[in-house]
């Protein structure tokens, strides 16, 4: 049929999923999604754990957030760690494969510019900063999934090395997250701002 000729699937799942499926292939190979979830987020909980406890070290660019993602996922997706090949929307478009590495950069440049937001020891400022940072890094979504949970991490660690203030993103809500992520792709980070103050937490 001409519509199933013209069809055209933003999200190509074809290289991720096994086939028909909108199941990320996967290195447990489960072929349910629900039982991949759970174990998909204990593996990636269990990882975390060790890596908040001793951070990757990096210099906040983008293979510092793949060597992140690498290890949060490294039990669970062969592409851990690499950026994704397909170009991907929830609503939202995100970065269109090509200009991950160069939109990142632009990012690596700004927190160089800001000194890595060490200066900063005022939480409101923080917060805004740390809201433009996340809104921009979610725009690109380097990774076929897992963005959400490496980025967490990545701004914890800014958080960590600016020695000012620690971040305990369990003080607020998926739900919140999905709300402030969808306002920052329209450049509102009013939101973001108020999320990320209640969760920034001052260094005695
Ligand atoms: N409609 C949207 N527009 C923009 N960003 C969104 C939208 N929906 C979700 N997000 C962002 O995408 C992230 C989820 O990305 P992904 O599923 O790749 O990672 P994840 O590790 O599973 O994330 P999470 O643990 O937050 O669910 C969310 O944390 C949120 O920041
Ligand atoms: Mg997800």
């Known amino acids: 049929m001409m519509d199933e000729y013209y069809r055209y699937e933003y999200e190509d799942n074809g290289q991720y999923c096994y086939p028909h499926t909108h199941i990320l292939k996967n290195k447990l190979d489960i072929h349910d999604k629900e039982q991949l979830f759970k174990a998909e987020q204990?593996?990636?909980?269990?990882?975390?754990?060790?890596?908040?406890?001793?951070?990757?070290?990096?210099?906040?660019?983008?293979?510092?957030?793949?060597?992140?993602?690498?290890?949060?996922?490294?039990?669970?997706?062969?592409?851990?760690?690499?950026?994704?090949?397909?170009?991907?929307?929830?609503?939202?478009?995100?970065?269109?494969?090509?200009?991950?590495e160069i939109e990142f950069?632009?990012?690596?440049?700004?927190?160089?510019?800001?000194?890595?937001?060490?200066?900063i020891d005022d939480k409101e400022e923080m917060a805004k900063k740390l809201a433009y940072l996340i809104g921009e890094i979610n725009m690109i979504h380097p990774f076929r999934e897992g963005n959400g949970r490496a980025q967490r991490v990545f701004i914890e660690y800014i958080c960590k090395n600016s020695n000012h203030f620690d971040i305990d993103f369990s003080k607020t809500t998926k739900n919140d997250m999905i709300l402030a992520s969808k306002e920052s792709s329209v450049l509102n980070y009013g939101p973001f701002e108020e999320l990320l103050y209640k969760c920034l937490v001052d260094i005695k």
Do not use: M
């Not at 039990?75 to 690499?82: F, L, N, S, V």
């Open 105 to 119: 950069k632009k990012v690596h440049d700004w927190i160089i510019a800001n000194n890595y937001l060490k200066d």
């Open 42 to 100: 204990e593996l990636s909980s269990a990882r975390y754990f060790e890596i908040s406890q001793r951070p990757i070290p990096g210099d906040f660019s983008l293979q510092h957030l793949c060597a992140i993602h690498r290890y949060l996922f490294q039990d669970i997706y062969e592409w851990a760690g690499k950026i994704r090949t397909v170009d991907i929307s929830k609503g939202t478009i995100f970065c269109l494969t090509q200009f991950i």
